[in-house]
């Protein structure tokens, strides 16, 4: 019982009985007894079987159709609940409170744990020890570790770290924790409404629409537009009552394949504000997204003058008729423009929801205006309206207008006039930001607006072609009381009688005359007359009206979308300087500063007043955002990542393809040039926002294909037979942490650079080293971003140096991109040092040349490392070392070699410290600025020249090759790569070799000239040395023997080779006479030779397993590269990597 008392307070109790806002509701209490009882969620106002978000997206394929929970048994249910049952339910009244409360919108305010349940401890407290996820860590799923929130919102719940659930214990890693609690939501996103919620506050209730006020209404607005009035006509009369319909419905295609690539998108996760951008950009990347972000704000913008311009010369007529110009036609537009803009702006700005009604108002004037251009076809024509071609409903107007009749026109110019009334398809997804659940309201309204926009066009189309004639002359004859309709067609210019009396007939014949009409043609009917919908309405006052409502409902929607979607743009930063026009007001956070922007732009459009030009270009606009959209849903398909899931299941990759190359087909349809011109403006900012590149994540497909292309790239070579042409040097370099040697990085960077594979190691030798801290990577990514190093960077913790390197060699890369050359730091303190990790390093060579790897090791007189205790994680804005802020931001270590486990009470334990081989000498630094709390005086100029010396441009000299003996030809091919890099590309090679027989030497350098030249590389000179073999100098000999001391086996105190197997017998020394000579001999002839050189590359000696020693070996490297400029020894494997054959 005391267990279980214990257990009871560790959560919250979930009871079955009722409260005041929500209740847990199990069904009939008799039933305790069945193992399954329905959870019903009871609010104050009615009962629902489903959470508000599984209600909400009951429209996608992803159903939650019945929530259920286990009953405990009867007696668990006595023993365990009932004794703590008014305590527990208490506790649980105060945790729904608490969330109801502060997240009134959000599923877990009607149904939740309290915030202390997860929140730091992990724990939750349970009075029920049935209860699923009581008495342990484990956080059970929940919404809250999947929200987009800010991470400083209190309530949020967060899941426990591996580290706590796995060792039982607090996670002490600051990073981990910080990295699980960090928002998922980008600063750039958030709202003021956020950021008031993330300090404790109460979230405002911001204006949020449905799927029929937020999209359905506003997609018929803007397809329901003066070209159903006023255009729609004379398409009919060009194309004919079949193609015509064939236009509607091809635009439709195009307009719903949009829209289902577009709900295949918008239902991949949650929206936010932007429309089309965010769309394009989270798909995509912001390459494609902020290229169609600005050209879609400023069409929109653009969009408004067009929209007002059009209102402006409806009323601009109206007033010329009537007699009644303000000053004259061209200013009155410009007038009557400002006014209704600005008008307009002050709906926009007062709020959305104000905006909505006012569109609400508007698309009822619509429906009354289409409604009474309906009936009106029901009624008989008049004398007038006969004779301007309307005969209400007729069979034979019907035949004669089905099929076309092109005057000036064909089918695609036909289409191209049209399809601009089809680009209203983003104007509810425009306010994505303002719906309620964007992801079901998106499609639902679109589709929906498309179905009955293209429905009533079509009818409208086919009541046109069955109710007037293509041309009229609009003439009315007069004749005599009493005249046959005969004599009048014969006396067709007989208008008056001289008794005055007369009587007025209209035919067919006179109808089509168009000699009869005002100054001789045809100025009505179909083709000729855009009023006829007026003219033949029950009421035509009612369609003008209609005209005033499609002009001014789409020009506020556009000033209503360009300030939302620029918005957008300008809260991911892609492009400087315009964050701060991003800031939001009031609870809809409504941007007017973006706001004015757009009222600007569009009255700077209505004083200029000639907007025919623009027109075609704003349309393409439009349909590059469509392109984008389709191909974006193609793209997120191809890439077949697994965070491709769109609930929306209605759509096909190949469709959206389709629809992606149609609409850039109905771009050059339109106008060809308009189409060139807006592909320029999209490649030019994408090549801009590429160029910049912004530091953005947003899991775009772009990236999925990034992984598949490589992917599939490696798998593909795996099958591509080696070749020596195609050999590339694949570095496994021994860098330990590479922002603690710089200067070996950038070394082996400028060879391997674009052209082959480069991986920095890491070993660590602690068996206490903390693995969630050692075996971090970021860090040492964004340094190396900075540095602008190309490779890969790998740490393991290993029980000792040789392990860790055995297991870098045997398992580092994948299918053919695989390692083949090692590269390590020479160890300058082998001398003094552990002579255990001198042999480590001595076997990590022999194990080299075991697995079929060529070796290098490189030397620089000043060493690689500098001290990592004092370094800090690096700033983000620097990227080379400068020396007034190395002096008072570093510190470097005075040792010249910094051992690994050699941390002592006066140096606290680093996560830098790593493998014995590359702590070497102090100095080089990573390019980047990092906090410290050394003097300014601990730093010279030309400390710092040394750590950055392979990565600034190298002064004019040259590399020598000491090419000694046939390695495959490694020792000549990476010289010359290094040759090729732009830094080095002021040094020339010099190529030295041996001389065999020295009345030879001619024929030798003729045959090395010969075979460079067939290898196609280029040196400044060849030289063989004739006296390789000649004995060195005494002097030197006695410095390689002090050298030497301390390493060799005194047998007189009874050392023996097993016991120190690192030192060097007598005998051994004896057997290697000769070849210690020549290392001696050598060093003598490089001190000659190339102690000016910039680089020196030597081949490596070969050390032979069972007769050198590890002692020995280190001395012999040591001669041959004390004291000279930088110097690499290299061996291959023994395998050629240079041919000449083609």
Known sequence: MADKSSARSKGTNIDKNGDDDIALQIRDKDKKKSRDSSLVLESKDELTDLPSEAKRNSSSRFKVHRVSIAEPCEDDEENNVARERENSLQHYRHSIDSNSERYPDSPHGTFSFSPTDTYRTHSYDTSNLKTFGGNTTEAIPHLDHYRNLLSTTAALKTRPTLQELHEGKLSTDEEQKNKLAAPLLPEEERTANDVNVASGGTPQAATKFGWIKGVLVRCLLNIWGVMLFLR????????????????????????????????????????????????????????????????????????????????????????????????????????????????????????????????????????????????????????????????????????????????????????????????????????????????????????????????????????????????????????????????????????????????????????????????????????????????????????????????????????????????????????????????????????????????????????????????????????????????????????????????????????????????????????????????????????????????????????????????????????????????????????????SRPALVDFVSSFTRNCSLMICCNVIVDPNADSLKVLKTSEEYNWLHRRKVKCFYTPIISPDFRVGVQSFMQTCGVGKLRPNTLIIGFKNRWKNGDPEEVEDYFNVIHDAFDMQFGVGILRVKEGFQCDPNFVDP?????????????????????????????????????????????????????DVIHESIVKPDSFSEESLKMMNRFNEKQKKGTIDVWWLFDDGGLTLLIPYLISLENNWSKNKLRVFTAGTKKGELDREQRQLATLLSKFRIECKDMTVIPDVGKLPRPGKIKEFEQLLEGWILDEEKGETKEKYPWKTSRDQLKLLKDKT?????????????????????????????????????????????????????????????LTFYS
């Open 1077 to 1137: 000579n020549r290392h001696i001999r050598l060093r003598e002839l490089m001190f000659e030779h190339s102690s000016d050189a910039n680089l020196i590359v030597m081949t490596l000696p070969m050390p032979r397993k069972g007769t050198c020693s590890s002692g020995l070996y280190m001395a012999w490297i040591d001669t041959l590269t004390r004291d000279l400029p930088p110097i690499l020894l290299l061996r291959g494997n023994q395998r050629s990597v």
């Open 874 to 926: 690096p700033r983000k804005d620097s990227h080379k070392v400068t020396v007034e802020e190395e002096q008072s931001k570093q510190r470097y270590d005075d040792d010249d070699d910094d051992e690994v486990g050699a941390n002592t009470p006066e140096r606290r334990p680093s996560i830098f410290d790593s493998n014995p081989v590359l702590n070497t000498e102090e100095v080089a630094t990573p």
């Open 232 to 739: 729609l006509s004379w398409v009919v009369g060009q194309a004919g009552i079949a193609l015509a319909t064939v236009v509607v419905l091809l635009s439709a295609v195009v307009t719903t394949i949009t829209t289902l690539s577009m709900s295949a998108i918008c239902t991949n996760g949650e929206v936010k504000g932007g429309g089309a951008y965010y769309l394009i950009s989270r798909s995509l990347g912001p390459e494609f997204g902020g290229a169609i972000g600005i050209v879609f704000s400023i069409a929109n913008a653009v969009a408004i003058a067009m929209y007002v311009v059009g209102f402006a010369e409806t009323v601009r007529d109206l007033l010329k008729a009537n007699n009644a110009l303000l000053i004259d036609e061209i200013n009155d537009i410009r007038v009557i423009g400002v006014i209704t803009i600005t008008l307009l702006l002050g709906i926009a700005i007062i709020g959305m929801e104000w905006e909505a009604r006012a569109q609400l108002i508007l698309l009822g004037i619509l429906l009354i205006s289409m409604s009474v251009f309906l009936i009106g076809t029901f009624f008989p024509p008049t004398l007038d309206n006969f004779s301007k071609g309307y005969t209400s409903y007729s069979a034979e107007t019907f035949r004669e207008n089905f099929l076309p009749d092109f005057k000036g026109e064909e089918f695609f110019s036909v289409f191209s006039i049209f399809f601009p009334a089809a680009t209203g398809i983003l104007a509810g997804a425009n306010i994505s930001g303002d719906l309620k659940d964007a992801q079901s309201a998106i499609p639902k309204g679109t589709l929906l607006a498309i179905l009955l926009s293209s429905a009533i066009y079509i009818l409208s189309a086919w009541i046109l072609g069955a109710c007037i004639i293509r041309e009229a002359s609009g003439a009315i004859l007069y004749t005599a009381l009493n005249t046959t309709l005969d004599a009048v067609t014969q006396t067709a210019n007989l208008t008056t009688v001289d008794n005055g009396q007369k009587e007025a007939y209209v035919t067919m014949q006179t109808i089509r005359n168009c000699t009869l009409g005002e100054d001789g043609i045809c100025k009505y009917g179909l083709l000729n007359d855009f009023q006829v919908m007026e003219r033949i309405a029950a009421f035509g006052p009612l369609v003008t009206a209609g005209i005033f409502s499609a002009t001014l409902s789409s020009a506020l929607a556009s000033l209503v979308s360009a300030p939302k979607v620029f918005q957008a743009v300008c809260k991911d930063k892609i492009f400087p300087g315009i964050h701060v026009l991003a800031k939001g007001h009031g609870k809809g956070d409504n941007p007017r500063r973006l706001y004015i922007l757009a009222y600007l732009i569009g009255v700077a459009f209505i004083c200029i007043g000639e907007l025919n030009a623009i027109a075609p270009i704003i349309s393409n606009f439009f349909l590059m955002s469509y392109a984008l959209i389709n191909y974006s849903c193609f793209d997120a398909s191809l890439a077949n990542s697994p965070g491709w899931r769109p609930a929306f299941r209605w759509y096909s990759m190949w469709i959206s393809l389709v629809g992606a190359i149609l609409c850039i087909a109905v771009m050059f349809i339109i106008k060809w040039w308009t189409a060139l011109l807006t592909f320029a403006v999209i490649a030019a900012l994408y090549i801009y926002v590429h160029h910049r590149k912004p530091d953005v994540n947003w899991g775009s497909s772009t990236q999925a294909h990034v992984y598949k292309s490589a992917l599939q790239s490696t798998l593909k070579l795996i099958a591509v037979e080696d070749h020596i042409k195609n050999f590339r040097p694949q570095v496994l370099l021994l860098s330990g942490l590479p922002s």
